[in-house]
């Protein structure tokens, strides 16, 4: 039996979530090193290293016989529990009846870009989700890359606007961001509302690491900035540790009720509604608690500290710049100095520096910048700092918290070898690299200068 597949979906290149994986596996598998049996330094996935809240864990197991169907925008007191969340973290107001639940906010981010007519703006680098949905839905959409300072700024987003005719723009903005771990202060979000309001662009906000932002009074969402176009997206995977459950929500703009009917038409045609018992599980996770509350700043505490560690140690390696995360569990290093030794080396494009970094001896897995929407010879990577124990160094922080910048300095160390032996790994790459360059370059002076 031979089956024919869709067009549309031969169209669309491997999702980079899914192309990553492969590609390690791939690696993995065909070393032959007894060093590749302990796997690699894991730069590469962003996924939250600490255990589910034990509050959530223990709904989950009371609710797990709920087997009926959920309404359609999730459960009453679940989209209760979110607003109350949203006002006490967020300082927003926002009617339940606004909240929708879905099956994490990737889905959701897709759904409200099935519903929207028009232009999708890009910025650049983006999480490596949202381009395969762009091309998937066979949306138009245009890059607006960001400045040197890795953020975008709101002249080139006026400009790009108003290249654009299409009756409707979606600008998608990521705050906090990954990649770049970096965070768009008050000033900024009004900025760039302003000229939202101007150009009449929608904001898909998408706001998974908020939670995570290392000095939390620093957060703004822009659902308060710019309410009456902005949609937020957030959930549970990174915040909460709880990417595995499914579970996100968006937050619609204010009066826009008639979209809130054909928003419901989309989820019900596509998955009725999540998983009940996930639903019930959430709740006290949304709750304001002081376990929750203990949860999030042991939590951003570590992250932070990683952070920083992870940063100083990267850039202490000659050449190599990156930012300065603010929050998030991502750093954006930049390798580009070394572009002339890479060239040299044969490696042309960031997925060639990925894969020479997977192989031995350097076993370290990073997201090249081709897979953040870069261009594909900018070898700027990814470094998502949270390859440790996350149990471990929860119970390890709580029982003896760093005070000091060096004692914080000294627990990263301590607390996540891996991160510190995968940044040697990455030193040692760039050296030999250097190393070999300087060799060509000699063996080729020293050719030219052979008498013919
Ligand atoms: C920026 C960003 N948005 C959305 C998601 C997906 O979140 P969810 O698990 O809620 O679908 C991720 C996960 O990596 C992300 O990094």
Known sequence: MKFIVDQQVEDIELPENLKLNTFLQEFHSDCRHPECNFGFYGFAFGQSPFPVPRVIQDALIKNAHKGGYAAVP????????????????????????????????????FNLLEILHGTVILPTPAWLGYLPQIRFLKKNYHMLPARANKKISPSDLRKLALRLHDRQKILILNNPNNPTGLLYD????????????????????????????????????????????????NGLSKSHAAGGYRLGYVVFPQHAVDLKIQFKKILATEYTAVSTPIQYAAIPGFEISDEMNEYFEITRNIHRIMGEYTYNEITKIEGIKATKPEATFYLLADFNLYAPELQNAK????????????????????????????????????????????????????????????????????NAPKITAGVKMISKFFEKIKQDSTINLKTKKNSLSVPS
């Not at 900024?188 to 998408?206: F, G, M």
């Open 74 to 109: 999730g459960i009453p007191d679940l989209r209760n529990a979110i607003s109350k969340y949203n006002k006490h973290y967020f300082q927003m107001d926002i009617d339940p009846k606004r909240i929708y639940v879905g099956p994490g906010t990737k889905e959701l981010i």
């Open 186 to 233: 008050q000033l900024e979000l009004e900025e760039i509302a302003d000229v939202c309001r101007e150009q009449s662009i929608t904001v898909i906000s998408d706001e998974i690491y908020a939670q995570l932002t290392f000095d939390f009074t620093k957060f703004v969402s822009m659902g308060k900035i710019y309410p009456e176009g902005t949609f937020v997206t």
């Open 347 to 414: 490696i042309t494009t960031s997925q060639r520096l990925s894969e020479s970094l997977i192989v031995h001896p350097y076993h370290t897995a990073i997201v090249g910048g081709d897979s953040l929407v870069l261009e594909r010879t900018d070898f700027s990577a990814r470094i998502a700092y949270v390859d440790y124990d996350g149990a471990k160094v929860y119970q390890n922080y709580k029982d003896q918290k760093p005070k000091t910048y060096s004692d914080k300095m000294e627990f990263a160390k301590n």
